[in-house]
């Protein structure tokens, strides 16, 4: 048991897969990772790293809830929620979305209707790190001891957000110091931070490219919408191109799909084929090359 009242301890990580959020065991002598507590859930994206191909990276673990941090000063980017949104249903964690910088654009309304229609289902809050509007109820995520994940690109405002939920100025954001134009402090790795009132929040660094990992159920969840439309096409292989009473071709000619969505659930679908066969052909390389399979917990 570690005394949460006493400096972090500081764990030698040889060799296992550790992110931020896991629970680990210490050996005998506190200083090495022996074990790694099976997860709850797993934020994991494609490494982005050179030469990574097929490698995971796992950007935060043990994580309820996952909010994802779009600026309203910025165009709205669909295609990078939708991404977003397919990777946070895979982790097992409830994703939300949030459009931070409220303070500093006139029609934040704008902003919410803008990204609506790609996360149907999805709990939807405008805030600001800075006024602390909408913190309250970005808050009120971390009831009963939640663990908050903070996702999205650099500069979106995560760790002013991080600042403005825990109340204090503990994380460094990217404010350039007066005078010497030195001094901008960004978040370089992924950071655990205790809520005064329970709950954690973990802030990232920023994340460029969103890539996709596992293969579970969460295009099927992001994209719930477009399922629900092809459950109703009158061919059960309909491929949503010519075919008669094609329920989503239906639903784009009537305005009640934006054909872009499809293109985009199309591309993922293709992602993720594409990234089976390829974990599978690394991993009969692997085996190969007499390497056994990391044993899962059970
Ligand atoms: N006006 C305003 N500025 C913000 C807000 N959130 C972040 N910023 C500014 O945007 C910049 C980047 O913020 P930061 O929290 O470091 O972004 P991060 O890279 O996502 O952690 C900093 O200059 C912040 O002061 C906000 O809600 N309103
Ligand atoms: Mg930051
Ligand atoms: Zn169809």
Known sequence: MVDLALPPLRLRNIGADVAVGDFVVADDLGDRVQRVLTRR????RRASFEGSRATAHTIAANVDVVMLIHALTS???????ERELVLAWDSGAVPVVVLTKDDLVDDAAAGVAALRDVAPGVDICVASGITGTGVERLRAYAADNATIALLGASGVGKSTLVNALVGDSRQHTAEVRDGDQRG???????????????GWLIDTPGVRAVSLWSSGRG???????????????RFRDCKHDDEPECAVR??????????RRLISMQRLVAEEAALEAEQRAKQKALDRRGVRRPRKET
């Open 75 to 81: 165009p709205p980017k669909q295609r990078r929620l």
């Open 41 to 44: 859930s797993a934020f994991v």
């Open 219 to 233: 295009i099927e969840r992001a994209f719930a919408d477009v399922f629900e439309l092809m459950d109703r096409c």
């Open 184 to 198: 901008r402090h960004t978040t370089t790795a992924s950071e655990l931070v205790p809520l005064p009132a329970g």
């Open 250 to 259: 239906n639903a784009i000619e009537h305005g009640a799909l934006d054909a």
